[in-house]
């Protein structure tokens, strides 16, 4: 794959997190893998983008900025200085992270809006919409309180926690709760996405590529073509979002949801201008493209089915989607996170709190990939002290800070070894293109295992006295996984592999067996790690 003219172009979208709150453990869970896969395919060889961007529209902000007396554009702000701080602290190698309130974004997403309008996917279409007299005004689905007909609970009209999304027949009786006033039922006139005219090419794109998608991503999409794709609202009765470039909807803004999933093409044609690349080579013109979506899984129909359909209507043979990286809930003490409930935990926190490094390989090896895994701190502690203390920061330290060594000698490296690394290669790789990350994180830790057991029983602190050339031999064989780790971990823990490849004068990383060739002086080599105090937590 290293080959120039293998080199595939590889578009990597992380899904845009919301700005009206700090961003918690379950963020960092469903988005770690987008960064996970573009330095794993840049250690391949590969033409790497990896976008996204803060989602800076909607009911929500506009309703903590009255509560707390700013401008919308305020909170936006606020919270996508916020964001890309935390990425930044993440080490999350985004080639661009932008945010939907970007000027060069509304004015690309009009654009393609016109071009789904005049294809006749998008259309006017009058029904009766919850009103609040009081108000004045029409009233988005959050803005509104009710029963919930599932659990009996009082939830707002767009999710309750028990999981049930109000439909529109829920909605009679309910109240506003701005003013808690009853609301009624008004005509008003919006424009709609033909979803249901596309129904036929999305269960053929939804065929051609659902072996490259998790199960879950699978089973939700799949629940929805059954039911039949129904058209969907594409604007509100907003003052804060992006202008409806039509004549007669001056008084509407685009729905949040369409325009945050075209910002994965308006971020690339962005970032190809400032580089000097042509931003169709990762969306239209090559057949070698490979293009991941990284999202949580309340996220799974907005890029199975919305992204694809906007594509499909603006009818310019966009690449649509191949692989899409769904991840479960992370839940914490046993709970759901819950914004109502307060109870999450945000990375921040972590961050301030904790190791970033071992934070990382704990959301890649132990995170919900698959299915809702529970994080406690005690977890957590738990995992750095086991595979990042005692394995991986031990064999480092023993190898390289031994009493007396001066420099990695050149030996003869033992051929089993040679060849479970060759093979942790070949198997990581396979497990990383079927997304299976915590497999991939799995056997990077047994070739460290393998290292630890060889240099047990092979005793260099006996060979040194008794037989320097065996001494040598093992130094120079565990120094040469070590160099290879350098590689294999790069896209789990970038700092700590930086490190290694310093010590072992590695130039820079790459996806390919590697040996070192002559004596290496050893200077400055630190304790990788610390152990946490599990009363720390």
């Known amino acids: 794959m290293d080959k120039e003219n293998n080199r595939r172009n590889v578009l990597i979208?992380?899904?845009?997190?919301?700005?009206?709150?700090?961003?918690?453990?379950?963020?960092?869970?469903?988005?770690?893998?987008?960064?996970?896969?573009?330095?794993?395919?840049?250690?391949?060889?590969d033409n790497v983008l990896y976008v996204s961007g803060t989602d800076c529209h909607g009911t929500p902000?506009?309703?903590?900025?009255?509560?707390?007396?700013?401008?919308?554009?305020?909170?936006?702000?606020?919270?996508?200085?916020?964001?890309?701080?935390?990425?930044?602290?993440?080490n999350f190698s985004y080639d661009l992270y932008t945010k939907t309130c970007d000027d060069y974004h509304k004015k690309h997403v009009e654009e393609m809006f016109l071009k789904m309008y005049k294809n006749e996917y998008i259309y006017s279409k009058k029904s009766l919409q919850p009103y609040?007299?009081?108000?004045?005004?029409?009233?988005?689905?959050?803005?509104?309180?009710?029963?919930?007909?599932?659990?009996?609970?009082?939830?707002?009209?767009?999710?309750?926690?028990?999981?049930?999304?109000?439909?529109?027949?829920?909605?009679?009786?309910?109240?506003?709760?701005e003013c808690g006033s009853k609301i009624s039922q008004k005509e008003n006139t919006h424009l709609y996405l033909a979803l249901s005219k596309l129904q036929n090419q999305i269960e053929q794109y939804v065929e051609e590529n659902k072996n490259n998608w998790r199960i879950s991503s699978i089973n939700e999409t799949e629940k929805y073509l059954k039911e039949g794709l129904k058209d969907r609202a594409v604007t509100r009765d907003l003052d804060w979002g992006i202008d409806i470039p039509i004549d007669g909807f001056e008084d509407k803004k685009m729905y949040v949801w369409i325009d945050a999933v075209l910002g994965y093409v308006t971020a690339t044609q962005k970032i190809c201008e400032e580089k000097g690349l042509n931003w169709e080579d990762f969306w239209k013109k090559d057949n070698n493209i490979k293009m991941y979506m990284c999202h949580g899984k309340d996220n799974i129909t907005f890029h199975t089915i919305i992204l694809p359909a906007l594509l499909m209507a603006m009818e310019e043979n966009y690449h649509l989607p191949d692989v899409m990286v769904a991840t479960q809930y992370l839940n914490?003490?046993?709970?759901?996170?819950?914004?109502?409930?307060?109870?999450?935990?945000?990375?921040?926190?972590?961050?301030?709190?904790?190791?970033?490094?071992s934070l990382r390989y704990y959301m890649i090896s132990h995170g919900p990939e698959n299915?809702?895994?529970?994080?406690?701190?005690?977890?957590?502690?738990?995992?750095?002290?086991?595979?990042?203390?005692?394995?991986?920061?031990?064999?480092?330290?023993?190898?390289?800070?031994?009493?007396?060594?001066?420099?990695?000698?050149?030996?003869?490296?033992?051929?089993?070894?040679?060849?479970?690394?060759?093979?942790?290669?070949?198997?990581?790789?396979?497990?990383?293109?079927?997304?299976?990350?915590?497999k991939a994180c799995n056997k990077i830790i047994d070739l460290i295992e393998i290292g630890n057991k060889y240099y047990d029983e092979r005793k260099p602190w006996i060979q040194k006295k008794e037989n320097i050339e065996e001494f040598n031999n093992t130094i120079y064989t565990c120094a040469n996984i070590i160099a290879n780790l350098s590689n294999l971990l790069e896209p789990?823990?970038?700092?700590?592999?930086?490190?290694?490849?310093?010590?072992?004068?590695?130039?820079?990383?790459?996806?390919k067996q590697i040996k070192i060739e002559e004596k290496i002086p050893i200077e400055n080599i630190e304790m990788l790690f610390e152990r946490i105090d599990i009363n720390k937590k």
């Open 61 to 90: 902000i506009t309703e903590r900025a009255k509560r707390e007396k700013v401008e919308p554009k305020d909170i936006a702000e606020k919270y996508h200085n916020e964001f890309k701080n935390v990425f930044d602290k993440m």
């Open 332 to 357: 914490i003490n046993s709970e759901k996170i819950s914004k109502s409930k307060g109870n999450g935990i945000t990375i921040l926190q972590m961050i301030n709190d904790y190791n970033v490094e």
């Open 132 to 177: 609040c007299e009081k108000c004045c005004k029409f009233e988005a689905d959050r803005e509104l309180e009710l029963i919930c007909p599932k659990c009996g609970l009082v939830t707002k009209g767009d999710q309750c926690d028990c999981g049930y999304v109000p439909k529109e027949e829920d909605f009679i009786g309910a109240t506003c709760r």
């Open 371 to 438: 299915r809702d895994v529970d994080f406690t701190i005690e977890n957590y502690i738990n995992v750095h002290n086991s595979d990042i203390v005692n394995k991986l920061g031990n064999f480092v330290n023993r190898t390289l800070k031994f009493k007396g060594l001066t420099e990695i000698p050149i030996g003869i490296m033992d051929t089993q070894i040679i060849d479970d690394i060759k093979e942790t290669y070949e198997k990581v790789s396979e497990y990383i293109e079927s997304l299976e990350l915590k």
């Open 13 to 45: 979208g992380g899904a845009w997190p919301y700005a009206n709150s700090s961003l918690h453990l379950g963020h960092l869970a469903a988005l770690i893998s987008g960064d996970f896969l573009k330095r794993y395919h840049e250690l391949l060889g």
């Open 492 to 511: 789990i823990m970038p700092q700590t592999c930086d490190k290694l490849r310093k010590y072992l004068k590695i130039e820079k990383p790459s996806w």
